[in-house]
């Protein structure tokens, strides 16, 4: 069955404490990104990349840190300097980061800060 | 820097009613334009594109870069097409390949 997968679906961090979300794609797509969606707000880049071993800062990225070092695999870690990190996080990926190719989507991690 | 933004949040229509959903877009270079959809208890999906000019559900959005504005339109709203909508658009240049979206609206339509 392919697709994109987030894990956990929902999580619970203490105040201080580092935490990563989990996407894996079995799709074979290059490109990958993580967003956070907050109410009123839309969906907003926190990074994206383009290919294994490269990544780019998207709008808020600040707080927040990805790593690539497998095509299927594209972490996200909400540090402790990440100053609102209770927040819906989507991660998708595309064929590639050319132009008009669809993006696929998870279902979301709920990140909630106790 | 590419910016997207759909300026109503929530849009309500009766069944049957034409429904259109608004977007403009900012961006230096020729845009490339998408509206994603999200139905309750689904995953974010792609609904249509610029480039295709097609028509999915019945939907369909005419990009005018004279006004930069990439609307999505309806002729008659169903139930079923209740959902939260986004605009959204891939860069070219030094941001290859960023996918920005828009605040999303919400759009319900009433039997």
């Known amino acids: 069955d392919g697709g994109i997968t987030q894990s956990p679906k929902y999580l619970f961090r203490k105040e201080g404490q580092n935490v990563t979300l989990s996407c894996e794609q079995n799709?074979?797509?290059?490109?990958m990104y993580w967003y956070r969606q907050d109410p009123g707000q839309g969906l907003r880049l926190i990074y994206y990349?383009?290919?294994?071993?490269?990544?780019q800062k998207g709008d808020i990225a600040e707080g927040y840190s990805v790593s690539r070092e497998k095509k299927e695999s594209f972490p996200l870690t909400v540090t402790s300097a990440q100053k609102n990190p209770t927040a819906f996080y989507l991660c998708?990926?595309?064929?590639?980061?050319?132009?008009?190719?669809?993006?696929?989507f998870g279902q979301g991690t709920r990140l909630t800060v106790v | 820097a590419q910016r997207v933004t759909q300026p109503e949040k929530l849009l309500s229509v009766f069944k049957g009613a034409p429904v259109e959903l608004k977007c403009n877009y900012s961006y230096s270079g020729s845009p490339e334009l998408f509206w994603y959809v999200q139905y309750s208890r689904q995953r974010l999906q792609l609904l249509l594109r610029h480039i295709s000019r097609e028509s999915i559900k019945g939907f369909t959005a005419d990009l005018n870069k004279g006004e930069t504005s990439f609307h999505l339109k309806k002729p008659f709203a169903q139930e079923e097409d209740s959902a939260m909508y986004y605009c959204a658009l891939n860069a070219g240049g030094t941001s290859y390949g960023k996918l920005t979206f828009g605040q999303g609206t919400i759009l319900t339509v009433h039997p």
């Open positions: 998708a990926s595309k064929r590639d980061i050319l132009e008009n190719t669809e993006a696929f």
């Open positions: 799709l074979n797509h290059d490109a």
């Open positions: 990349s383009q290919i294994v071993n490269d990544f």
